[in-house]
């Protein structure tokens, strides 16, 4: 039986709250900083939020850039202009000088964390303190039959709107899962076929010996045909990665 008819039915109960977010990373906890005195309550698949933030940027997350511009991104530029006009870099920076953090600037342009990322994570601990949030609570499936109904694999839940912040694919190891692209199709949207954008290098057998240097990082200058980056490299268990090699890869 459909699990909005066994829901329905009284065979399986719910938890009911005005708006469900799903995924605690750096899009669900923005939105619940600003909507924590509404009655939401935030579904995490992982036993801690913000587990991609804490390895971003190297571990000290890459923030936002000096200079942002819509001829930056991919896609419909009018769309992306009015996206990055709704909360501009300033207003991030802001938003965080208010909560006492003021991140540091480097290479000119790219404001990251001054010692770990954990000093941003912090902040949102301390705005969703009041939300509810069901870590450990993995989304499978997503229906509308007048309300939301959110299947998980620890219970069900009923909402007036559903805020998808589920992320993409990108380090399954620390929770990502395709449950947005499948809820968007189960909606009637049309899915592009995803592929890996930044990718490290894999070294091959005559360079095996790289491997003993894996966990060493180093900043260093790397022409690529016509491009041409400075920045860090990191040596990993199978070749190079780090963001110079990872633009070097587009
Ligand atoms: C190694 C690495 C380094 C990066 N460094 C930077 C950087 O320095 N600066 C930068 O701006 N960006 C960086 N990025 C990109 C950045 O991480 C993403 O742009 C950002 O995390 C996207 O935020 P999000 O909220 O959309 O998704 P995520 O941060 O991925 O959050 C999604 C959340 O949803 C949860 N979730 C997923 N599926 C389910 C499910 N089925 N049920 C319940 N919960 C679920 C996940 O566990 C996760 O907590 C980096 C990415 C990687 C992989």
């Avoid at 995490?44 to 933030?53: L, V």
């Avoid at 909606?187 to 954008?197: D, E, M, Q, S, Y």
Wanted: net charge positive; glycine share 8%; hydrophobic share 40%.
């Amino acid at each position: 039986m459909d699990f909005i008819k066994e829901i329905l039915n009284g065979v399986e109960e719910l938890i009911k709250f005005d708006t469900v977010v799903i995924g605690a990373g750096a899009s669900g906890l923005m939105f619940a900083s600003f909507n924590r005195d509404k009655n939401i309550a935030i579904i995490e698949g992982n036993s801690q939020i913000a587990q991609k933030i804490k390895i971003s940027g190297g571990g000290k997350c890459n923030i936002t850039n000096k200079s942002v511009s819509f001829k930056n991104y991919l896609g419909d530029g009018e769309f992306i202009k009015s996206v990055l006009a709704s909360f501009t870099n300033t207003e991030l920076l802001e938003f965080l000088k208010k909560r006492g953090l003021e991140p540091v600037l480097r290479d000119k342009y790219q404001y990251f964390c001054k010692n770990s990322s954990n000093e941003i994570i912090d902040i949102f601990q301390k705005e969703i303190k009041d939300i509810p949030i069901f870590l450990n609570h993995k989304v499978m499936r997503v229906s509308k039959k007048d309300n939301f109904y959110i299947k998980t694999d620890k219970g069900n839940f009923e909402a007036k709107k559903v805020i998808v912040a589920s992320g993409g694919l990108s380090y399954p190891k620390i929770g990502a899962t395709p449950i947005a692209y499948e809820i968007a199709e189960s909606f009637g949207h049309n899915i592009i076929k995803t592929t890996p954008a930044l990718v490290g290098f894999t070294v091959q057998k005559e360079q095996f010996w790289m491997k003993e240097l894996s966990g060493i990082s180093t900043t260093i200058k790397i022409r690529v045909g016509e491009k041409k980056f400075n920045g860090e490299l990191l040596f990993t268990h199978k070749g190079l990665s780090g963001p110079a090699i990872l633009n070097t890869s587009v």
